[in-house]
């Protein structure tokens, strides 16, 4: 992932494009004119999305299907930042504009506003035409707007940097060094990058949404505390919603959604959770990562039928919370390991190798001194994980808001204090934005 100025003339490229083809599907009344302009529209998009991202990804593939002697040797194709955002936001005002649920905006520069709307731009979340579009008629600047927002900033910043940047530097040393890392240590660091990457990209979007809000606009939540959730359906519907509704609206329903037979109706979803996973990387262990949730889904889903559900008991939905949280938390390896090998050389691991001893238990907790500050530092970050959640929740059941004026501004000055003492300052960029 990288930015240079030639990538904005690909966005610009995009961006006339869309706004082009929608104009001549709008003054359209033939079907197949119409149908034929949006093909044109997914044709190129699509086209430019899979040359830039997935290209040596075939390739290589490929390479090795035909069985082929030699390391395969990649293109030199550089992947422009926030091109899986911006394509999809281009494409989804197209097509809402061909299924009519859109009218066609008349104003370029308000419509290339729209597509390269900064503070959502490399890492979304990705925004409908229908809910953007209209808020950028004009930006109105209201008082309440700017504390909100910047009550957002502060927590993505807290987020990101006293919680995501510091869980990173575990992480990342384990997983790089599976052969010498205790099964313990894999397993901590596994449940530490489920943390890592909600705090990371929840915390992106708590800024761009912060950021946005200061000029009046207001994005749509992308998540609702998916580790939560009681099911994967409901996990989807917590995490990074504005992906999980696109894939909805546009690849689930036309392909049938559940009004098909049984068989169609897996291949529906697991074409949509495959297709999610190669979106997020061109590496099979995003396709394993995807294929993993189609068949929780797909499970999740019998069971309902098998055994059908009874009164939701506050214990059941805290099993079931556990088993739904663990079944994510076994696929984010897949996730976060470097190749199929690599994922597979770390489950195999953790397996073959777990024991609890001393010497396992000084070796993981030998790693919390990777960075080369004092461990309290680093188990302080980690203990905030349940303060922020605790807090979030406070603020969904909209408790928060009792607090006098002056109670916020301590609360928010010690959220800034924290990032300031114990945020981690090192270069990393935001997880997503490799995607």
């Not at 504390?147 to 910043?157: E, H, Q, T």
């Not at 970050?381 to 006098?404: D, M, P, S, Y």
Request: a positive charge; hydrophobic letters at 50%; one cysteine or more.
């Amino acid at each position: 992932m990288a930015w240079n100025p030639w990538f904005a003339l690909l966005i610009l490229f995009s961006t006339v494009i869309d706004f082009s083809l929608a104009k001549l599907i709008a003054k359209n009344n033939n079907l197949f004119t119409k149908r034929s302009l949006l093909l044109i529209s997914l044709f190129v998009n699509l086209g430019l999305l899979f040359y830039f991202k997935y290209t040596n990804f075939f390739l290589a593939s490929l390479h090795n299907l035909l069985g082929h002697s030699g390391e395969f040797k990649a293109l030199d194709i550089i992947l422009p930042v926030g091109i899986s955002f911006y394509t999809f936001q281009t494409l989804s005002y197209t097509i809402d504009v061909y299924r009519g649920q859109k009218e066609v905006e008349d104003s370029f520069i308000k419509f290339s506003l729209y597509v390269s709307f900064f503070p959502q731009l490399v890492a979304g979340p990705i925004e409908r035409s229908t809910h953007l579009l209209p808020q950028l008629e004009k930006f109105k600047y209201k008082h309440e707007d700017f504390i909100y927002g910047s009550k957002l900033i502060v927590w993505g910043f807290f987020k990101k940097l006293v919680i995501a940047d510091r869980l990173a530097i575990y992480v990342n040393n384990t997983y790089s060094d599976v052969s010498s890392s205790s099964s313990l240590a894999l397993i901590a660091a596994t449940y530490f990058f489920s943390f890592q990457i909600f705090c990371d990209f929840s915390g992106y979007t708590d800024i761009a949404r912060g950021i946005s809000r200061l000029f009046g606009v207001d994005l749509m939540h992308n998540f609702k505390r998916p580790y939560f959730a009681s099911s994967i359906g409901e996990f989807w519907k917590r995490w990074h919603i504005s992906l999980s509704t696109w894939f909805r609206d546009y690849l689930y329903i036309p392909l049938g959604g559940s009004r098909t037979s049984q068989a169609r109706w897996f291949l529906n979803i697991l074409i949509v959770f495959l297709v999610s996973g190669l979106w997020h990387g061109a590496n099979w262990t995003f396709v394993i990562w995807g294929a993993l949730h189609a068949l929780y889904f797909k499970v999740e889903k019998v069971l309902e039928i098998i055994l059908p559900p009874k009164e939701d008991k506050k214990a059941s939905r805290i099993f079931k919370i556990f088993f739904t949280y663990h079944l994510t938390l076994f696929a984010w390896i897949f996730f976060r390991a470097n190749d199929l090998k690599h994922a597979l050389n770390i489950i195999q691991k953790i397996i073959s190798d777990f024991k609890v001893s001393f010497p396992t238990l000084s070796n993981m907790i030998l790693k919390f001194t990777f960075d080369n500050r004092s461990p309290s530092h680093f188990l302080l970050a980690v203990l905030t994980i349940a303060f922020l959640l605790i807090i979030q929740g406070i603020q969904e059941r909209k408790k928060l808001v009792n607090l006098t004026n002056r109670q916020q501004f301590i609360f928010y000055a010690f959220l800034i204090i924290m990032t300031i003492l114990f945020g981690n300052y090192t270069e990393s960029s935001f997880i997503y934005f490799q995607f």
